[in-house]
């Protein structure tokens, strides 16, 4: 069967070629040098070439509808049909079936591209829906309006027909972006979080927490302990810390407050003179290196005492 039908798509188009043969002649051909003669065969030829080209055009519009039958029998789509099925929903005919509520809204939360933690993601839909009480069929045909870039084209490559409940779209969603997934980490990490020296207090606490996000099992004594052994040994707040003595991490930040607070205020009163100071810091260190060592001279009283005798330096008597 499959044979004698790519038999016939060669013969139709080979008689599509042929029939456009005797056209491209006709266009082509060689032009009569008399002028009078060409004009006569022109006026004789009129008829019976609009009769051509009807004809022409009626054998092509049969030929295109026989090739478009054979395709189907082949099973094959054409262009347009290819593109209409691609950028098809791959919902089945239960989730379509379920209308939506009239008073249906887009959800405004973040969109998602892939970059994130699908996870949190999903959660964060999953919470709207149970909240409004839509429908699992609602939820799995609301849930693409949340995504951008590679998410939206990785639902648009979905198969049709290929998802039939909520359930199995967030599956094929996690499946596809696992790896953007935030890696949780160990309590002991948040020891190796340490204030650098030129940090102020906020950044380094900012820092800190943002990290915290993603520790499972947390344990409040062990937080303490990471926070008081990453602040700057030198800094005015360690010495508060050793004064204080915090117990809980409510007593962390509550001594904290105040230095963040002073720290704003002084970084806001010298960023606009910051540039001067850096170059009085530079001339002052290129100073220091410029000069030699100078012992340090001696006062007068100094040279006084070591002129004095000490006890038991004289001469001795039997």
Known sequence: MGDKLTEKVQTLLKENEELRKPRQE??????????????????????NKDKKQKNIQDKLRNLKGKYEEIARKLGTLSTMDQLHTSTGLPYMEEVMAVPIPPKFKVLAI???????????HLETFRAHMTLHGFPGEVACRAFPLTFKGPACVWFISLAPGSVDSFGELTRLFLTQ???????????TYL?????????????YLSRFNKECIAIVDQDEKITLAALLGGVWPRSQFMAELARRNPMTLREFMDHAE????VEYTFRALTEPRRKELEQVEKRTKVT???KPYEKPKKSSQEKRWE???TRGSGPRYD
């Open 191 to 203: 020891l190796t979080i340490k204030q650098a020296e030129d940090e102020s207090l906020k950044s």
């Open 177 to 187: 972006f696992m790896s953007s997934r935030r890696r949780w980490r160990l309590m």
């Open 258 to 261: 105040p230095f963040i607070n």
């Open 110 to 120: 973040e969109i998602y591209d892939g970059e994130r933690d699908p996870l949190k």
């Open 288 to 290: 220091n290196k410029a």
């Open 26 to 47: 006709r266009d082509g051909g060689v032009k009569s040098t008399d002028s009078e003669h060409a004009g006569s065969q022109n006026m004789q030829a009129g008829p």
């Open 307 to 309: 002129e004095v005798p």
